[in-house]
């Protein structure tokens, strides 16, 4: 019995330092953080437009969403949520240029992270490149060393453009 006892203390002591080491990797990495990824798909920037900024409809082509939920303002503000596979989060569309370009920004202010994606619809001859820019701050320092180290800070837009590559019909490597 003795023998399971510190066997199991042993175990939990590991557990905690492993966290604690993560933790203090994860508050030395920088809070704010900016990437930007790419696809070129060939349609026009206003067709591409169109699809991502019909929110309620991406629970149709987004696997990682089951619901959006679009209101708007008295001033004409949109706001949508989005109830998915990581919760739920509030956004707001911060700028609208149809077909070129597009800003949406987390209202949540309790989620451990925040930012904003800024959605470029750019020309190419009879195609589209679409960019997204994530200009997100993490301020969990586990969530930081998480979306660092375990499954990168490009993973949500690269989800999101693949998933749009196949609802327009191709297949898609973000850049």
Same mark, same amino acid.
Not at 30 to 42: A, E, G, N, W
């Given at each position: ?102 800003? $949406? +920004? %987390?209202?949540? *202010?309790?989620? /451990? ?7 470029? #619809?750019?020309?190419?001859? @009879?195609? $589209? +490149? %679409?960019?997204? *820019?994530?200009? /997100? ?7 930081? #060393?998480?979306?660092?180290? @375990? ?25």
């Amino acid at each position: 019995m003795r023998t399971a006892v510190i066997i199991a203390v042993i175990i939990v002591a590991v557990i905690v330092l492993a966290v604690m080491l993560i933790a203090l990797i994860g508050w030395r990495l920088p809070k704010q953080h900016s990437v930007t990824r790419s696809i070129l798909l060939h349609k026009t920037p206003d067709s591409v437009y169109a699809v991502t900024r019909d929110f309620a409809a991406t629970p149709k082509w987004r696997s990682d969403v089951r619901e959006v939920k679009v209101t708007t303002t008295p001033d004409g503000r949109v706001h949508f949520r989005e109830d998915g596979k990581n919760g739920t989060v509030n956004y707001e569309l911060a700028e609208d240029v149809p077909g070129q370009r597009m800003v $949406t +920004r %987390i209202t949540d *202010t309790n989620l /451990g992270y925040s930012g904003k994606w800024t959605y470029l #619809f750019a020309p190419e001859g @009879a195609n $589209t +490149r %679409i960019s997204i *820019t994530e200009d /997100g701050e993490v301020s969990n320092v586990i969530f930081r #060393f998480l979306s660092r180290y @375990a499954f990168g800070q490009t993973a949500t837009i690269d989800s999101y453009l693949k998933s749009l590559g196949q609802q327009l019909g191709e297949t898609v490597t973000p850049e």
